[in-house]
């Protein structure tokens, strides 16, 4: 009992312990501190699903207007990393801060989403049709997707698929902090959305989902209690992953 004690106490003690994602990366490339994302100025949750705040934040969390006016150029099928820090921190890293990028009792999954848009610039969110393109959460050995993110200061790799459209679109980034999320609402939700522009690609149609609509309160991925007893699997809410092999063997078949 008391080591459970412990457990719960240390999650208590970070819960003001949030983060923000702040840059991209391209094939290694720095796109520069807070280009082309949609920011807020507070690092806190959201903690609704059934809110449009679920989509690119908000809400609680203003984001900070104008919107930026960049829009990143990536390859399909190129690496991206987006990168997450405690609060804005444009010297990136924080050694001084024990709870950067995250919170160690923060565990969950990292997770993200693509919208095709008209016009990257575009304010309203609302309505748009997202697919999701990655997802991580527990493994085998019980670590936790945030507790990846740590080990690797802030920076996640994943890769854009090489056979989607061409164009612009939303990229939302998110990770799902598990540690108050033994009832709803509980689970605390941190996404930003960057403005990027997809060049060469294909022509996969994915199957797409909205949000709010995405993720329910009830979700085994959204109420669960992650200290006792210890889970040995997860099942990360929303979608099934879009992957290539899917699409060519539809198009084969």
């Known amino acids: 009992m008391k080591s459970h004690f412990t457990i719960l106490a240390t999650a208590v003690v970070s819960a003001n312990a949030h983060t923000i994602m702040q840059k991209l990366w391209v094939n290694g490339v720095d796109q520069g501190y807070l280009k082309g994302i949609r920011h807020p100025s507070y690092d806190g949750p959201i903690l609704d699903v059934d809110s449009n705040d679920?989509?690119?934040n908000g809400g609680p969390n203003p984001l900070v207007t104008p919107y930026p006016t960049e829009i990143i150029d990536i390859p399909a099928g190129a690496t991206v990393?987006?990168?997450?820090?405690?609060?804005?921190?444009?010297?990136?890293?924080?050694?001084?801060?024990g709870d950067d990028p995250i919170a160690t009792s923060h565990k969950g999954p990292v997770i993200h989403y693509l919208a095709k848009v008209d016009s990257a610039l575009t304010a309203d969110v609302t309505g748009l049709k997202w697919f999701k393109i990655h997802e991580e959460g527990l493994y085998s050995d019980g670590t936790w997707a945030v507790d990846k993110l740590i080990?690797?200061?802030?920076?996640w790799d994943?890769?854009?698929?090489?056979?989607?459209?061409p164009g612009n679109y939303l990229l939302r980034s998110e990770i799902i902090a598990l540690h108050p999320a033994s009832s709803y609402p509980g689970a605390q939700f941190y996404m930003e959305c960057a403005q990027i522009n997809i060049t060469g690609g294909g022509s996969a149609s994915p199957s797409t989902v909205s949000f709010p609509g995405a993720y329910h309160g009830s979700d085994p991925g959204i109420t669960i209690n992650i200290y006792y007893p210890?889970?040995?699997?997860?099942?990360?809410?929303g979608p099934p992953?879009?992957?290539?092999?899917?699409?060519?063997?539809?198009?084969?078949?």
């Open 151 to 155: 080990s690797q200061k802030g920076k």
């Open 81 to 97: 990393s987006t990168e997450w820090h405690h609060n804005l921190q444009p010297d990136g890293y924080n050694s001084a801060d």
């Open 54 to 56: 679920i989509i690119c």
């Open 241 to 253: 992953v879009f992957t290539q092999s899917k699409f060519l063997v539809l198009f084969i078949s």
């Open 158 to 165: 994943f890769k854009i698929p090489s056979c989607i459209p």
């Open 230 to 237: 210890t889970p040995t699997s997860y099942t990360i809410p």
